[in-house]
């Protein structure tokens, strides 16, 4: 096989990053690779030992002592922190409102970075997050940057977490997704930019299905390369 393909998906919080980066890899036959989920591990180790963030021996300790492995089945993400399943506490509030200071320590995100490149070094790989078509696959074959209205945004990651959650409010979610947004956009390490060979995909008004057939259309190019 020559060069492995890698998809950059990029964009701000609850875009139906994942739910893309899914079906395009279940499609593909592709890795699919959640990074997000492996920020929200590490914050929900640090929530559980109080790591200091400001503290940088606590942090590089805690670092050190934080192993992750992603369990792929189904192409849902089961990620393990220090060999236990974390994958549903890893999606509750907690972690939600803590995740972004998390995510903009300079050491946590070497860290991660370095991790992330190793699992697309060889292998037919899409992975979504903020920074993997800029940071982590400069040289990704596609890249995609997702965006949608703030609003919807918040409407379909409600409906998404209020099963675990009951007592969650839609102002609550709108809050957190619009507090996201500016620590995202706004943080020194790595902020979240469009790639400037990006391809934007606005799902405001399309469907799950639209926008796969989209993303498949701009990685068969490539395919046909490799076959
Ligand atoms: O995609 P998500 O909402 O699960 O990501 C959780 C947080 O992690 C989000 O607030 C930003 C951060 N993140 C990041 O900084 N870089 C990535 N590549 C992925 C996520």
Redo the contacts with the bound molecule.
Sequence with gaps: MSKNIVVAI?GY??CG??TLAKALAKKLHFIYV???????AV?LYFLRNNVDLNNPEQVAEALKNIHLNFHSRDYETHITLNDEEVSHE??LMPV?QN??P???IREV?KE?VAQ?QRMGQSKNIV??????GTA?FPNAQVKLFMTADPKVRAERRYKELLPNNPDITLEEVFENIAH?DY??TT?KE?P?VRADDAIILDNTNITPEQQLQFALDKVEPFLKKQA
């Design positions: 990029d919080s609850s990053k994942s959640d990074s997000g989920a492996m920020y929200r914050t890893i999606r939600s995740v972004s998390v995510s903009a995100r991660m992330q992975m979504d997050g903020r920074d993997i982590v996201r620590s995202d943080r790595s979240l």
